[in-house]
């Protein structure tokens, strides 16, 4: 198993360079947004981007569920959600947003040494109740149609305690991922194609860092997530 | 002429529909909502609200608060939600069921106020207990609402899907539509009880009528969740929902054509499709018709207007569209 770490501090300032006004290519053709809206949530589901809301987990002894989710697409998400816990009693569940990057761009997949690259509307798309034990994805990347492909990503493990006492907290997650193709995407991809991906996540936050990271997650957030995910953090560093 | 006027007299001839089938201004724009047809709704909710609404004020303020149907402006948002705070809690001390649950989001995701879980919690722990009370006599709307109340787990301890299924189950064999599609849509999600069931419930639902199932069939049916992938069935479905008026219908039936999947391509059925649902206020719909008027797909170019959608767009909070502008000389 190959280990890697996705500190949170340097993905989110990876994460806003396109959201902050890095380019993109014009046109009708590839690239330009996603083909087909999400399925539509109730009305009265919670707002949208609510569920990216990390909520301080309760008894001591807690621990972080991260369910992963893996889309292949030029931006590839990881789902963050907080969920109580369903497996034991007084266990939380934080699924925690991260972001990997395009496999076929990812020159140096298994270390930390990614681009991250990001489209707004696929957070939203990922923002949605997830499995508890397992999360299977399916996406259709709105600019390669032909290539549809389906991937899937297995949370293995149940993350480290959170330790309120000092002022840093820790999330861990050791993740498997594994890719499916179709034959036309196996081809194109040939070469440089990913394979199985395992790895382990880690963030770090110290409330030294707190106003950097804000000023990176309103930055992301511009009409996307709306900052939830800064009062996520903001709520676990109270 | 037509882009100016055609959300407004399109409220018009839906408003005179409305009165003949004897719908309030409140139906009418939960209607126009639940179609993706925001611009419409928030004309609705407008009358309704000034007509003394409480859930139409708060769907107004949301509009607002959110941008849907209109330019963001957490300033009206936040003085229609504030309204319906008030209008709420009087009904809620009443034991207005309903008003205790809008109270408790209100308070509980602070839409337009600051966020207050505990006393959220409070009201929407009330609420869920009326709503099971009345669940219990076999109130199908309160079924409706303690299904949705378990599955989003709204001011509980923990979310219970299989309670939250069981009610909605119940409320969709009792023919609530609206519980059918949130049925289906907890069986795509989950992926727990078998996506194939999401359809079931769908094709149901699209049957009697409702256009966001036929919508989300025609995405199943895209996506290949919970059957066969069949791009020709996802057109078939798109086309029925954008028929029905359905908005986010109509965007995705102009992909399909612009892209030529399940459709021949054809670029004036494309730039038709955008053009609907842009003018029913879809953001991702304005953006299209922005590119294809930049681009003469399926029109003539048309430089201002190509401006003119893709600013549109980007009011609404588009970043695709504010990029595209950035990048028009």
Redesign the interface.
């Known amino acids: 198993m190959r280990f890697f770490y996705l500190p949170l501090i340097f993905l989110l300032p990876a994460l806003s360079v396109t959201?902050c006004g890095g380019?993109?290519q014009?046109?009708?053709d590839p690239g330009?947004?996603?083909?087909?809206?999400?399925?539509?949530?109730?009305?009265?589901?919670?707002?949208?981007g609510?569920a990216l809301k990390i909520t301080v987990p309760r008894p001591a002894g807690e621990a972080l569920r991260l369910l992963s989710g893996y889309a292949d697409s030029p931006q590839a998400v990881y789902v963050a959600e907080s969920?109580?816990?369903?497996q034991e009693p007084g266990r939380s569940s934080v699924v925690f947003l991260l972001f990997l990057p395009d496999p076929e761009q990812c020159l140096d997949c298994g270390n930390n040494n990614f681009s991250y690259y990001y489209e707004?509307d696929l957070v939203k798309q990922w923002i949605?109740?997830?499995?508890?034990r397992?999360?299977?994805m399916?996406?259709?990347p709105?600019d390669v149609?032909s290539r549809?492909m389906t991937l899937t990503a297995r949370a293995e493990a149940v993350v480290l305690p959170l330790t309120r006492e000092s002022s840093e907290i820790r999330l861990e997650v050791d993740y498997t991922l594994e890719r499916r193709a179709s034959a036309s995407t196996r081809r194109q991809t040939e070469g440089n194609a990913p394979g199985p991906v395992f790895g382990l996540a880690s963030a770090r936050f110290s409330s030294g860092q707190t106003g950097d990271l804000q000023d990176e997650v309103q930055c992301v957030s511009?009409?996307?997530v709306e900052a939830e995910l800064l009062k996520g953090i903001a709520e676990i560093m109270k | 002429m037509k882009k100016i006027f055609g959300p407004g007299l399109l409220f018009l001839c839906l408003f005179l529909n409305a009165c003949l089938a004897g719908q309030s201004n409140l139906e009418l724009g939960q209607d126009a909502s639940a179609r993706g047809d925001y611009e419409t709704a928030l004309q609705a909710f407008r009358a309704a609200a000034e007509e003394g609404s409480a859930k139409a004020m708060y769907r107004l303020g949301i509009s607002y608060y959110y941008g849907q149907g209109a330019e963001v402006d957490q300033e009206k948002g936040t003085y229609w939600l504030e309204k319906a705070l008030q209008a709420f809690k009087a009904e809620a001390e009443e034991g207005n069921m309903e008003a205790m649950y809008y109270l408790g989001r209100i308070y509980y995701y602070g839409q337009g106020i600051e966020i207050d879980r505990e006393r959220g919690s409070y009201w929407l722990e009330k609420a869920l207990q009326a709503f099971k009370a009345k669940a219990e006599e076999g109130n199908v709307e309160a079924m409706y609402h303690l299904g949705l109340t378990y599955y989003y787990g709204q001011g509980l301890e923990e979310e219970d899907w299989e309670k939250s299924l069981y009610w909605l189950e119940k409320a969709a064999k009792a023919g609530n539509l609206e519980a059918m599609y949130a049925l289906g849509l907890v069986y795509i999600k989950s992926d727990l009880f078998g996506q194939h069931q999401a359809l079931y419930w769908w094709e149901k639902a699209a049957e009697a009528g409702n256009a966001q199932a036929m919508n989300s069939l025609g995405i199943a049916y895209y996506k290949g969740e919970g059957a066969e992938f069949d791009r020709e069935k996802a057109v078939y479905w798109w086309t029925r929902a954008a028929l029905a008026g359905n908005v986010a219908a109509m965007h995705n039936l102009g992909m399909a054509y612009h892209k030529g999947e399940g459709a021949k391509p054809d670029q004036e059925k494309a730039f038709y499709w955008f053009e609907k649902a842009a003018l029913s206020g879809h953001p991702d719909g304005m953006y299209k018709l922005g590119l294809a008027y930049r681009d003469g797909l399926g029109t003539a170019r048309d430089r201002d207007q190509a401006r003119q959608w893709l600013q549109k767009a980007a009011s609404r909070g588009h970043e695709g569209a504010k990029e595209a502008l950035d990048e028009m000389p």
């Open positions: 959201a380019s993109r014009a046109g009708l330009q947004a996603r083909m087909v809206d999400e399925y539509t949530p109730p009305f009265l589901a919670p707002p949208a609510e969920r109580p816990g369903s707004n949605y109740p997830v499995a508890r397992e999360v299977r399916e996406f259709a709105d149609l549809y511009k009409g996307v």
